[in-house]
Antibody, heavy 118, light 108 residues
Framework: EVQLVQSGAEVKKPGESLQISCQAS????????IAWVRQRPGKGLEWMGV????????RYNPSFQGQVTISADKSTSTAYLQWRSLKASDTAVYYC???????????WGQGTMVTVSS | EIVLTQSPGTLSLSPGERATLSCRAS???????LAWYQQKPGQAPRLLVY???NRATGIPGKFSGSGSGTDFTLTINRLDPEDFAVYYC?????????FGQGTRVEIK
């Protein structure tokens, strides 16, 4: 079974750093992009960017460029989303999803809730 | 970036009725790379349709997608209680990929 399992909820203070993870199983990790999607409380879905573990090709939404870093560890089939300095406006649920053409986002992680509050 | 505008914002219908959801793009969607997702409270989105009209694995035939260019439609026949949710369209042919703002289908 193809699965993406994300790390647990986080509560952080503004200015702190954070890395959340998304572990893939059931398929060849290096053959498909992993995307990250933000959903602020009560709001819609926002595409943050994609990462291709096969060659580390990374594409960011300009709205998120420089604010986050997307990466992956092929040896553990795990993708990461990282912040250097969190803001209150980063409070959201973050989803990872497998992306491959023409199927769009066919498998999703369960989401990681990130709360940033002083 | 391509802006996707979904209408209506909320659709109030009774079980058994048909739902028709619209998604309009600000420019033509490349290669008809247009998908629809269903999201229920507290859950991750679920892929329903990809490439405008192809149902994802395990999705029943009551869900159908159509359209081309800039105008797309998701139709849900004979609404069941579990179909009441929020639906998003998503274009993935042009970077940055974008989502519509969502249509909530609620019980009338």
């Amino acid at each position: 079974e193809v699965q993406l399992v994300q790390s647990g909820a986080e509560v952080k203070k503004p200015g702190e750093s954070l890395q959340i993870s998304c572990q893939a199983s059931g398929y060849i990790f290096t053959h498909h992009y992993i995307a990250w999607v933000r959903q602020r409380p009560g709001k819609g879905l926002e595409w943050m960017g994609v990462f291709y573990p096969g060659d580390s090709d990374t594409r960011y939404n300009p709205s998120f460029q420089g604010q986050v870093t997307i990466s992956a560890d092929k040896s553990t089939s795990t993708a990461y989303l990282q912040w250097r300095s969190l803001k209150a406006s980063d409070t959201a649920v973050y989803y990872c999803a497998r992306f491959h053409l023409p199927y769009a986002f066919d498998v999703w992680g369960q989401g990681t809730m990130v709360t940033v509050s002083s | 970036e391509i802006v996707l505008t979904q209408s209506p914002g909320t659709l109030s219908l009774s079980p058994g009725e048909r739902a028709t959801l619209s998604c309009r793009a600000s420019q033509s969607v490349t290669n008809n790379y247009l998908a629809w997702y269903q999201q229920k409270p507290g859950q991750a989105p679920r892929l329903l349709v990809y490439g405008v009209s192809n149902r994802a694995t395990g999705i029943p035939g009551k869900f159908s997608g159509s359209g081309s260019g800039t105008d797309f439609t998701l139709t849900i026949n004979r609404l069941d209680p579990e179909d009441f949710a929020v639906y998003y369209c998503h274009q993935y042919g042009t970077s940055p990929q974008t989502f519509g703002q969502g249509t909530r289908v609620e019980i009338k």
